[in-house]
């Protein structure tokens, strides 16, 4: 994957926030422009009027967790968002209780 970065649109951004938001957005095959809501992650970092997290939170963990560990062998589309969901509820309930898979 080749990423291109405009250098005056990240002026001010800290470089680690944009090696995890670059991550994030690679890893997840995500589209840059996508609205992230009320999530605390870090794909707010070029959201208008959000304040973004430092850098990767429990739920961009949690979901690459989830989209790179669930079982993708439902043929449906639903029942594959739902595996990484419930990975992704599974990861923050660990991360909460302070205790991470391989850890």
Known sequence: MIIIVDVDR?????????ADY?????????????DPGPYDTILSLFSEGASPPPGLTDWDR?????????????????????NVARTMADEIRAGQ???REGE
Do not use: K
């Not at 990240?10 to 944009?18: I, S």
């Not at 989209?67 to 968002?81: F, H, K, T, V």
């Open 97 to 99: 209780d302070g205790r």
């Open 10 to 18: 990240v002026a001010g951004v800290d470089l680690g926030a944009l």
């Open 62 to 82: 949690a979901f690459l967790q989830g989209l790179y560990s669930a079982e993708q062998i439902d043929e449906a589309a639903n029942g594959r968002i739902g």
């Open 22 to 34: 670059l991550a994030v957005i690679s890893l997840a095959q995500i589209d840059p422009e996508l």
